[in-house]
């Protein structure tokens, strides 16, 4: 069964790195994963994506290892301006063979100063 | 302009009635998304259509749930007889797409049933 996980919520104070982990069994083998954040009363907004190993971007580095079971993104010394949902989107191929595009609950991330 | 558009920002309507909504996706993109996000929830698929391609339908809660998608580019999801739980923000996305491009996202029309 294709299951998306992640933390619901974390908290941080500025200046600190964060990690968010999301795990995902099973992912389709071909498909990129990816990274988004959502402020409120705004659509989810693109971070990063990657297939394996670590990229890394101007504003974060997304790491994935070889079995590709599960996702870190990491956020490099937060700011208040981070806090924010944050939601990874794996694919899945389901038993009727359609591929699905499936988002993680969202881990809420609280940034303190 | 440069990103999707989503309207009406907010639409209040009574049980029983027929809303459409509208999304006009980013130009030349050839995929577009649709999403219900309920209150403090994640993103569930609605549905998704690719070019010319047959639209995948599958995550339509119910018959009730319709969606066009007319010349390539504007997108109307169409909710009949709306129901209480249908109250949600509803979210429309575009990609170019090309495999593994990510997608772009509106802000959402915040649906009210009353």
């Known amino acids: 069964l294709a299951k998306t996980t992640q933390p619901i919520s974390m908290d941080s104070y500025e200046g600190q790195e964060v990690n968010i982990t999301c795990s995902h069994n099973?992912?389709?083998?071909?498909?990129?994963i990816t990274w988004y954040q959502q402020f409120p009363s705004q659509g989810p907004r693109f971070i990063i994506q990657?297939?394996?190993t670590k990229v890394t971007n101007e504003v974060a580095s997304l790491f994935i290892p070889a079995d590709r079971k599960s996702s870190t993104l990491s956020l490099p010394r937060v700011s208040l301006s981070d806090t924010a949902v944050y939601y990874c989107l794996v694919a899945y191929y389901m038993d009727t063979g359609r591929r699905a595009l499936t988002f993680g609950s969202g881990t809420r991330l609280q940034v303190q100063p | 302009g440069a990103g999707v558009s989503q309207s009406p920002s907010n639409k209040v309507t009574e049980k029983g009635k027929d809303v459409e909504l509208r999304c006009d996706p980013i130009?030349?993109?050839?995929?577009l998304y649709w999403y219900r996000q309920s209150l403090g929830q994640g993103l569930e698929f609605l549905i998704y259509f690719q070019g010319n391609s047959a639209p995948d339908k599958s995550g339509l809660p119910s018959d009730r749930f319709s969606a066009e998608r007319t010349g390539g580019s504007v997108s109307t999801l169409t909710i009949q007889r709306t129901q209480q739980e249908d109250s949600a923000v509803y979210l429309c996305?575009?990609?170019?797409?090309?495999?593994?491009?990510?997608?772009?996202f509106g802000d959402g029309t915040r649906l009210s049933i009353l």
């Open positions: 099973n992912i389709a083998t071909n498909d990129y």
């Open positions: 996305a575009s990609s170019t797409g090309q495999s593994n491009q990510p997608q772009h």
């Open positions: 130009s030349g993109h050839t995929a």
């Open positions: 990657g297939y394996k």
